[in-house]
């Protein structure tokens, strides 16, 4: 029964608050991440799309307005990666801010000598454990700025990464997924990409996956939907097992586009 109402209510929703054509065009003509959907796909992405703005609110900040264009270039790109997952995956939390360029962040740390800082710095992005997204609307627009760069997918991979907890790089896995797989892939991947940064080897992704085991998986995510025949290439374990999480073989879907 809950089921069926469940089902009942997104038929509802997807009836009654469609997206616009120009609004989802204007997504496809931007995005690289989209690259290679069928036509199947692409219906399936804006039916998800319509549903994730049902049950998010996306607000400007520092004065921004908020279009229905910009909502719907984030809510593409936000569930790009829950293309073949249940929207369920973004459960338990509901606002998305948008700051028109950097924002601060003030936090803690402390050094080799136990000496807490303060310290302020300019992010692009931040994901709160049941809490916000928060983005710059300058980076998500120039999604394509760099190797594999994506503000949007980078910040929900984070949420994905969080629905265990506190994002390490280890988000819930299916069940025909094997958790040892997982951990010695990543493991082994990450501690090499670190080892690669140290030697000032040049990489395949963007150096700060170099961070922790979290800012790997969203690096990598990242990249898996921007450049996914690069990382299929260069970090192919890692990228088998991003499409068994994902459900999703962009790099296939690249080579016949």
Same mark, same amino acid.
Not at 110 to 115: F, L, S
Not at 179 to 192: G, I, L, T
């Given at each position: 029964?809950?089921?069926? &109402?469940?089902?009942?209510?997104?038929?509802?929703?997807?009836?009654?608050?469609?997206?616009? @054509?120009? *609004?989802?065009?204007?997504?496809?003509?931007?995005?690289?991440?989209?690259?290679?959907?069928?036509?199947?796909?692409?219906?399936?992405?804006?039916?998800?799309?319509? &549903?994730?703005?049902? *049950?998010?609110?996306?607000?400007?900040?520092? #004065?921004?307005?908020?279009? /229905?264009?910009?909502?719907?270039?984030?809510?593409?790109?936000?569930?790009?990666?829950?293309?073949?997952?249940?929207?369920?995956?973004?459960?338990?939390?509901?606002?998305?801010?948008?700051?028109?360029?950097?924002?601060?962040?003030?936090?803690?740390?402390?050094? /080799?000598?136990?000496?807490?800082?303060?310290?302020? $710095?300019?992010?692009? #992005?931040?994901?709160?454990?049941?809490?916000?997204?928060?983005?710059?609307? /300058?980076?998500?627009?120039?999604?394509? *700025?760099?190797?594999?760069?994506?503000?949007?997918?980078?910040?929900?991979?984070?949420?994905?990464?969080?629905?265990? #907890?506190?994002?390490?790089?280890?988000?819930?896995?299916?069940?025909?997924?094997?958790?040892?797989?997982?951990?010695?892939?990543?493991?082994?991947?990450?501690?090499? =990409?670190?080892?690669?940064?140290?030697?000032?080897?040049?990489?395949?992704? @963007?150096?700060?996956?170099? $961070?922790?085991?979290? /800012?790997?998986?969203?690096?990598?995510?990242?990249?898996?939907?921007?450049?996914?025949?690069?990382?299929?290439?260069? =970090?192919?374990?890692?990228?088998?097992?991003?499409?068994?999480?994902?459900?999703?073989?962009?790099?296939?879907?690249?080579?016949?586009?």
């Amino acid at each position: 029964m809950l089921s069926n &109402l469940k089902a009942w209510h997104r038929r509802r929703i997807l009836k009654n608050e469609p997206v616009s @054509d120009d *609004a989802w065009q204007s997504a496809l003509s931007r995005l690289k991440c989209l690259r290679g959907l069928s036509l199947a796909e692409l219906e399936h992405l804006r039916e998800k799309v319509i &549903l994730f703005l049902h *049950a998010k609110q996306i607000s400007g900040a520092h #004065g921004l307005i908020v279009t /229905e264009e910009m909502h719907v270039l984030i809510a593409v790109q936000a569930c790009i990666l829950i293309l073949n997952l249940d929207l369920d995956y973004y459960d338990g939390w509901v606002e998305i801010i948008i700051y028109p360029g950097e924002f601060i962040r003030d936090y803690e740390y402390v050094d /080799e000598d136990g000496v807490v800082h303060l310290t302020r $710095e300019p992010i692009s #992005g931040e994901s709160w454990l049941g809490g916000p997204v928060i983005l710059s609307w /300058e980076d998500t627009v120039v999604a394509d *700025a760099g190797v594999g760069y994506n503000v949007v997918i980078h910040e929900f991979a984070h949420k994905l990464d969080m629905l265990n #907890g506190d994002a390490n790089g280890f988000p819930p896995l299916h069940p025909d997924m094997s958790r040892q797989a997982w951990s010695e892939v990543f493991s082994k991947a990450y501690a090499d =990409f670190c080892r690669s940064i140290d030697e000032n080897e040049a990489t395949e992704v @963007d150096s700060y996956a170099a $961070e922790n085991p979290a /800012e790997f998986f969203a690096v990598m995510s990242e990249a898996f939907f921007e450049t996914p025949l690069s990382v299929k290439l260069y =970090f192919p374990s890692v990228y088998e097992q991003l499409a068994l999480f994902y459900r999703q073989d962009p790099a296939q879907r690249r080579s016949i586009s």
